[in-house]
């Protein structure tokens, strides 16, 4: 087992990703902190996990204080934290720039940016103190690509992008490596809303269609597969790996410069 006994921490546990990380992990030999905004599907993804020690902490990520109380809890159950999977995330509404609504520009910012930032302030606090840790923040393809009609999401991932790397720069010196996942369209829920919100519910079988063909592959990568992913960055199989943005969308990188 790559992580036997390792204490990771997951953030947005209850979504697609987050439940298939727990899975993996846990298969892994890893001891669990889940973190979700919804208890009650916090408990369904424990019962669907492998392991007998699973602490379970609700949790809004957009509120500091209750980032520093699941990371408080993890360590007073565990001692200390092994990996991050910085994973929680929205989409938000779809719009133009200029049609774009406050409310959901702050929304998709307080997630995906400042729920990002104060788990990385927490755990990192604990992982510079045993000087060890590996972290694993989930970023986007539209961390370095244009997104129409989703600027403030893409703008939020690249935003991850730059925590990433910061992060990495100052942690090195401590034997803790920060990474990023990069996937592309994932079979999860957040791509049924991306869907919907591009063509409208009734056309969302179209929708798909369409997104697939822009994937090389041809389909949409399976949460086990970014899980995956994260299990590698997470273990000393990636031990000379930091501050990296890992793509994994099917080849649709190999359509960018960058």
Same mark, same amino acid.
């Given at each position: 087992m790559l992580l036997k006994d390792k204490v990771v921490l997951i953030t947005g546990a209850a979504g697609g990703i987050g439940t298939a990380a727990a899975k993996a992990f846990a298969n892994e030999g890893a001891k669990l902190a889940l973190v979700d905004l919804n208890e009650d599907a916090l408990k369904k993804v424990s019962g669907q996990v492998e392991s007998s020690d699973i602490l379970l902490v609700p949790a809004d990520v957009t509120k500091e204080d209750q980032v520093k109380n699941y990371v408080d809890k993890t360590v007073e159950k565990y001692g200390r934290i092994d990996v991050f999977i910085n994973n929680a995330g929205v989409n938000g509404a779809n719009a133009t720039i200029t049609e774009q609504q406050e409310k959901n +520009? =702050? !929304?998709v910012m307080d997630v995906n940016f400042f729920g990002a !930032? @104060?788990? +990385?302030? @927490?755990? +990192?606090?604990?992982?510079?103190?045993q000087k060890s840790g590996s972290v694993v923040n989930t970023a986007s393809n539209g961390g370095w690509l244009g997104a129409p009609g989703m600027s403030v999401y893409a703008a939020s991932k690249h935003a991850v992008l730059g925590l990433t790397k /910061? %992060? #990495?720069?100052? &942690? %090195?010196p401590y034997g803790v490596r920060v990474? %990023?996942?990069?996937?592309? #369209?994932?079979? *999860? $829920? &957040?791509? =049924?809303r991306i869907e919907s919100n591009a063509v409208g519910e009734e056309n969302v079988e179209e929708a798909k269609k369409a997104f697939e063909a822009a994937v090389p592959m041809g389909r949409y990568a399976t949460p086990?597969?970014?899980? $995956?992913l994260m299990v590698f960055l997470a273990s000393d199989k990636s /031990? !000379?790996? $930091?501050? *990296? &943005?890992? =793509?994994?969308d099917g080849g649709m990188s190999a359509n960018s410069a960058q």
């Open positions: +520009l =702050r !929304f !930032f @104060y788990g +990385l302030k @927490y755990v +990192l606090g604990v992982m510079q103190e /910061s %992060a #990495a720069i100052e &942690m %090195a990474n %990023a996942v990069a996937p592309g #369209a994932t079979n *999860t $829920d &957040m791509m =049924r086990e597969e970014i899980a $995956d /031990s !000379f790996i $930091d501050g *990296t &943005m890992v =793509r994994i």
